[in-house]
């Protein structure tokens, strides 16, 4: 393996804290109009005030941070301008990093000394305090419903809000934060139970789902004990009141995405399942500690939830161990065996173990790691996605909640050709779609290594790949006189290793063509998922 040059990417502490107009190359067209914002962490390292370090271990745990690119077309065949601004979203959590030299409450892979009291650790967890400075930063919603009561603040109200009212990050916790989506200052803070009195579970899905056609959102609620409890949940985005669709006891699990179809939500309780009921949390304090070791022989669990009728949890589906972090995407066919019943066909990119969560620590990322580290070798190839697909056969019948039956896998793509942080055309949301797009790892650095068109037809990919230089996930940004799902571009920001600086990538999605980019002045910190809202197209993100 070749390590690229790209410690700039997770050791940064560039950002701009008012727009800079960049250097723009090539041509992007007109209907790519509009605003991108990512995040992610924004370095990891801060100096305290005694003098010594304090270091997170574990990329998901560096301090949070909102980039934003607007990108502005005066007229279609004209030049386009664009402008990039940044901000950590963190101020007084990191200002007590430096004061007490370490984090607090649940992080994801963060050590706790063990002489702390617990009771001290359960109201961390359960009990989290209301302050602005709360690490969540892993995916953004535009104009996310409910959100206008979250926290506090005015609306910006200029030209380049871009029908953007608001802007919210969330992580795998009930925990939202709003975020100035001007200038990017965190507006405050709200939890689940805000939304419905029976969301008091302390764990969620970092990826809502979104309904393309009502704008409804979807999540689940976990809340730990003997007997675990998933709530199943939808906000409306006529009325921004929060509903509960199934209420079902699983086994706890750390579970970063859900599927959504025309008439069901699907929640897969894949194999990262909590030790000792979930109170493993409690004592750790971290999410990585508390996941019991990966187990083949163990099944994944399936629930079937009903979103139009009423009905509640109507199948529950079984299949062989694995684990993931994002779902594609899902849809309804009519049944293999009977046309007048439903199947559901789900995509994923899947792992083959837990072992990818371990390969996120910053000592296994950095491109000055050890080259004895295990996760040079055989853990490394572990750690790759394949693309898989499911079938749940007949949904239309419930299912007794002591009899699973099988979920069917239709494929499992080569390590090769398949991809992570994968995104779809948005116009095919619970729909049939036939390309993924999403970031490949070829082992030719110690992170990723190019952008990928899947084809879930053949199976085939094809790349988009410049040597030293690390791409993030793209976005997909439709054209709308397109007429086949690959016409539109990605938009995707990529550092180059070897200038230490980043650029706003935009390719042609249909051959992975570079058109044009955006130049900024520094090394935008590598980041993981991000949302967009077009001045043509209507919002692309949080899916």
């Not at 402008?83 to 984090?103: A, W």
């Not at 750790?284 to 187990?295: G, L, T, Y």
Request: aromatic share 10%.
């Amino acid at each position: 393996m070749v390590a690229w040059p790209n410690d700039s990417g997770f050791d940064t502490a560039y950002q701009e804290l008012e727009p800079v107009k960049l250097d723009v190359k090539g041509d992007i067209p007109h209907y790519a109009a509009g605003v991108l914002y990512r995040t992610g962490p924004l370095g990891y390292k801060a100096k305290t005030k005694t003098g010594k370090e304090f270091a997170a271990a574990h990329w998901f745990d560096g301090f949070s941070c909102v980039h934003r690119f607007q990108i502005d077309v005066p007229e279609r065949g004209k030049p386009a301008q664009v402008s990039y601004r940044s901000r950590r979203t963190v101020d007084e959590y990191l200002e007590r990093v430096r004061e007490t030299g370490k984090g607090e409450g649940l992080t994801f892979a963060s050590k706790r000394d063990p002489c702390e009291s617990f009771f001290k650790k359960v109201m961390a967890v359960f009990v989290p305090p209301r302050r602005d400075n709360k690490n969540v930063g892993v995916t953004l919603s535009i104009n996310m419903p409910g959100g206008d009561h979250v926290g506090q603040g005015k609306l910006s109200a200029n030209g380049h809000t871009n029908g953007i009212r608001t802007l919210h990050a969330k992580t795998d916790h009930h925990m939202t934060k709003k975020i100035d989506p001007e200038t990017l200052e965190p507006q405050g803070t709200t939890i689940q139970q805000d939304f419905h009195p029976e969301l008091k579970g302390s764990l969620s899905a970092a990826h809502t789902k979104s309904d393309p056609r009502t704008g409804d959102i979807f999540n689940y609620n976990l809340d730990c004990a003997r007997q675990s409890t998933y709530r199943v949940f939808r906000t409306s985005a006529s009325t921004g009141k929060t509903d509960i669709l199934a209420t079902f006891h699983g086994e706890p699990a750390y579970i970063h995405s859900l599927f959504l179809t025309e008439n069901y939500v699907v929640l897969c309780v894949w194999n990262s399942h909590y030790t000792s009921y979930g109170a493993s949390l409690l004592y750790h304090q971290n999410v990585v500690q508390a996941i019991a070791p990966f187990d083949p022989k163990d099944k994944a669990m399936w629930y079937v939830i009903d979103r139009t009728n009423k009905r509640g949890l109507v199948a529950i589906y079984e299949s062989t161990a694995f684990f993931s972090f994002h779902s594609v995407n899902a849809w309804e066919e009519p049944s293999s065996t009977d046309p007048s019943r439903t199947d559901i066909i789900t995509e994923l990119s899947l792992f083959e173990n837990t072992d990818v969560i371990h390969r996120f620590y910053y000592d296994n990322l950095l491109s000055s790691l050890n080259p004895k580290s295990k996760y040079v070798g055989k853990k490394r190839l572990s750690s790759l996605p394949m693309q898989a697909q499911f079938r749940l056969p007949d949904v239309s019948t419930r299912t007794p909640a002591s009899k699973p039956r099988n979920a069917e896998r239709l494929f499992l793509a080569d390590k090769t050709v398949s991809l992570e942080l994968p995104t779809i055309n948005p116009l095919y949301l619970t729909n049939r779609h036939r390309y993924t797009y999403g970031c490949a790892d070829r082992l030719k650095s110690s992170f990723m290594d190019g952008i990928a068109k899947f084809d879930n037809t053949t199976q085939t990919s094809i790349i988009w790949e410049q040597e030293g230089h690390t791409p993030g996930e793209p976005i997909f940004v439709a054209d709308p006189e397109g007429k086949d799902e690959d016409e539109g571009v990605l938009l995707a920001v990529v550092l180059d290793g070897y200038m230490e600086r980043s650029y706003l990538l935009v390719l042609r999605a249909k051959d992975l063509v570079e058109l044009g980019r955006a130049e900024v002045p520094g090394p935008v910190a590598f980041g993981f998922h991000g949302a967009f809202k077009g001045e043509v197209m209507q919002y692309s993100g949080d899916i």
